[in-house]
């Protein structure tokens, strides 16, 4: 499964002799399990995996880990001092404390389904985490742990506003308009033609008030329906009723009672138009209340004096994708519109304007995955590609290809942006090319994955060895237990024996790459680190298999070998024996095996104690010694194969029992006959 393999037959090409070629054993490999590459080029043994959490003798495992697996992130905030690490399981979200070895419920009330349509996901935006499944509201999580939903689901009340009342018919030589009602001089009116105090007048005029809600972070509620018209009638100045300009302009009273807002609000903004008989009734900023309770306030700022124009938002709808692109979050596939991308204001997360939307497919078909890569915003539907950087005019990256999972994006350390389609994984390169990167598997992920499950898929990318890992569901399962990892150039699959849910790698120096899920051994639920082991906790037991792909003696494979022995260099693992199985012919029906090719060198070596298998742990100096003294040495295999065109192998172990890290290989290999190299081709009516 490392090099190219299950798609087409794997050859290579071995010159005849003894050892006359030696192989790296990445470069001819058909099949590797449980094996990581390292950076000497060996294949070793996948360590762990083991909690995250080990268990305490009178606590146990922490309580959280008796219900359902769900999600797991962690970030590094406030500048990488905060080490926060998120898990959702069962109907919570819970935050990891560090200090205490333990998790605290954050969140709850979520919905915990058997077998969820779509992955949790999280992102990290303005040193916050952002987290949504789908079905709930999504929330927002500071590095303190205050979990609230992601801005206002709800419209806010209408205010009420009063104003001066108009003058009936039989009263008007008693009083002059304006006079009635809440009638206090102030700055709010349209002055008509002025000449001077006692000819100046103040026109007819129409106001509306809204209200707006305000978070924590800062995010806006959609405004609330207009008040009713508060109005300023028509009137001249006259000096028969001692009335001058200064008196024709009025004030209004703005009552706001918010009800019961959401608890995460901190504010109410009050806004007004202009006057709307001479201007767009767009409101304008009028006052701040630092306050959720019931407002009362007056109001006597001209037009003039109006802060900048408000636009509208939407209510944060319930959204199935999300990125993070400029400084804003793009959210798609919303419960009422699978089809839409939604882009926040920048720096507000939880804002998002009402225009402030785009159908990248023309089709509207759903939007499966969001991404911002490079200087691009993709959008993903099962069958194509988009770019919508440009967020009104959408424009095709691919068509033809899609992506059917959303966490399954993610971009590799060359630049590259990788993701799971309908038909294996693609990659988009640096210079804006696709292409599927999956051609070596393609057997594998067209037949041996659940494609009922795709959509669950979830990766990372691992910061030791900077591959992209990827965990799937097998055939037939509905559980992630696969984990199909990418260097950039061949594949391996792992089988830990963890179901893993979620996927994530730690943002600081520790470098973890971990999963949530369950150790089907048990079964036991839990937070895992890959590839570290600990006493404490027995890993799940599966084998670790290394299988070659075909190897022949040239080109066109018509020429018979004799393959006499393999040569295997291994460096020292446990001192237990590994099976070893060779085929022939293009058949994967073992012809040979042999079990005990030991995976620990001999202890002395023409007389010098190599000191491989001693303990010197008494003795160790942390820094300068090892447990062990590790080298590469050779064992010679006797194979026995006769008249053979193409022939292979597999080496393999049980782990944690046993353990091993192959260097290379070679073969002693001869011609099947003397002179005419193809002698041995039978006739063509010849009969077994």
Known sequence: MAGPANRSTLSTYVPAGEAQRIFAPADAAQRIENLEITPEGTLRTVLG???????????????AYTDRPHG??????????????????????????????????????????????WPDQFLTLHDRIIWTNGINRAYVIAHDGMAVPLGFDTV?????????????????????????????????????????????????????????????????????????????????????????????????????????PPSHTVAIRILRTADAAFNVRKPRFLYRSPTIRAVTCPDSLSDAELGDEVENNVVVPVFRVMTAHQGS??????????????????????????????????????????????????????NSVYDLNDFGQPSAVARGVGCVAPRSVAALPDGSLVWMGRDGFYALATDGSVR??????????????????????????????????????????????????FDGSNWRRMDVGVEMVDLCSTDDYRRYTMAIGVDLSGPQNGVFVLDHEY?????????????????????????????????????????????????????????TTLTNLRAVGVETWGGINSRIVTDRAGAAVIGTSSVHSRRLFWRRVPVNLSNCS???????????????????????????????????????????
């Open 72 to 117: 797991l992130f962690h970030a590094g905030l406030l500048g990488g001092i905060a080490d926060t690490l998120v898990a959702r399981f069962g109907t919570q979200l819970y935050l990891h404390r560090g200090e205490s070895r333990s998790f605290s419920s954050i969140v709850t009330g979520l919905s915990s389904e058997a077998r969820p349509s």
């Open 329 to 382: 979050l793009v959210i798609g596939n919303t419960l009422a519109d699978p089809a839409i991308v939604r882009k926040s204001s920048a720096g507000f997360a939880g804002t998002f304007p009402k225009d402030s939307w785009v159908y990248p497919d023309s089709g509207g078909a759903e939007v499966t995955a969001l991404a911002s890569h490079g200087n691009m915003l993709l959008a993903f539907t099962e």
């Open 49 to 63: 995996p083991c909690h995250y959490e080990p268990s305490r003798p009178l606590l146990g495992y922490p309580t």
């Open 646 to 688: 193409s022939w292979a192998f597999e080496i393999r172990a049980t782990y944690p029992s046993t353990r091993f890290e192959i260097g290379a290989f070679g073969f002693s290999v001869g011609v099947s006959s003397a002179g005419d190299s193809k002698a041995r081709i039978p006739l063509h009516n010849d009969v077994s």
């Open 436 to 485: 599927r990167i999956s051609d070596n598997i393609h057997r594998l992920v067209t037949t041996g994955i659940s494609r009922g499950r795709a959509r669950m898929a979830v990766s990372t990318v691992d910061h030791t060895s900077g591959e992209y890992r990827c965990a799937v569901a097998p055939a037939g399962r509905h559980g992630n237990r696969l984990l199909l990892c």
């Open 156 to 260: 806010p009340n209408s205010p009420e506003a009063l104003c001066p009342s108009k003058v009936p018919e039989s009263n008007r030589d008693e009083f002059f308009p304006n006079s009635l009602g809440y009638s206090w001089p102030g700055r709010i009116g349209t002055l008509g033609d002025i000449v001077n105090d006692e000819t100046g007048k103040v026109r007819s005029g129409r106001w509306f008030y809204r209200t707006q809600l305000e978070d924590i972070f800062g995010n806006l509620s959609p405004l609330s329906a207009p008040s009713g018209v508060v109005q300023v009638f028509g009137q001249g100045a006259a000096a028969a009723y001692d009335v001058n300009l200064d008196d024709l302009t009025r004030q209004f009273l703005v009552i706001v009672d918010p009800g019961t």
């Open 535 to 591: 006493e404490d906790y027995v890993p799940p037991s599966r084998t670790s298999r290394y299988r070659s792909g075909w190897f022949k003696l040239e080109e066109t494979g018509m020429s018979p070998a004799d393959v006499a022995e393999l040569y295997v260099g291994l460096v020292d693992g446990s001192n237990l024996d590994l099976t070893v199985e060779f085929y022939r012919d293009g058949s994967w029906v073992p012809t």
